[in-house]
């Protein structure tokens, strides 16, 4: 039996999840060399190849796919064992690993995190905000143990927890020609300047499909991976976006922008999600924060 140490299967994994072994090493903050030795190490001691580098980084082979599978387990295990240690502790310690869509961060500081955060002050929240895609990958290889996402694309590996029909709708400034509007549609949209989310968002994905089952090609005059900066677009008059009314809650309350909603089948089934891995046993924490989210965002109470 070859020698395998944990320790090296990290820095194999960290070069695999960054891309490349200085992508790597930077988040380590350690040296290129020291990734490059240890994984080297650990090719050795096995006596197979671990990875292949091309121009564009490094990816495993099929035996270091198999270490970077059972990396995983481990350290999926170690979380549950953690988990169980919490759980005796009755919440007094702990931490919840969320990753969330931009657009429901601020509802869910507001809520469910301030909430959450006033019955167990011992739990610590990590919340990071990443597009659809990198939501999807977190959540399905342990990296976060919850998920809020729009619009998700299906996946066997992925659990919805909460769902919530949020259709998409046209965002304009109160004193634009639509504020008024009872409905609107992609073609009338093309009417005006229009800035859309990159198409690494669930937001847009769903956009691109309407463009194609309504026939409409959509110009988009800016583009960007803030929805913070759509918002600006549309407050200063320059034009219109496309967002669904959960993703700007704050704004619409406080009148900052109106809803119009869009005449498309595609917009209507369109839903926000809260995830988690299909199989994963969630931390006592992680259980009762969800329990809070359902309870406390708007999206969720009004399925209820």
Known sequence: ???????????????????????AAEKLGIVPSAVSRQISLLEEALGVALLERHRSGVVPTQAGQLILDYYRQHMAHRHDMLAKMDALRGLHSGSVQVVSGEGFAQELIDGPIRQFRQQYPGVSISLEIYGTNEIMRRVREDEAEVGLVYYPPADSHITARGSARQPMHAIVNPHHALSKAQSTSLQELTQWPIALLQGVYGIRQLVEYAEQTDRIRLSPALTSNLISVLISFVTTGQGVTLLPPCSITTELAQGRVCAIPVNSPTFQNAEMQLITRTGRHLSPAANRFLQYCMQGMQAFQAMA
Not at 1 to 23: I, N
């Open 1 to 23: 039996m070859p020698a395998y140490q944990d320790s090296r299967a990290h820095y194999l994994y960290e070069a695999v999840t960054c891309g490349s072994v200085r992508a």
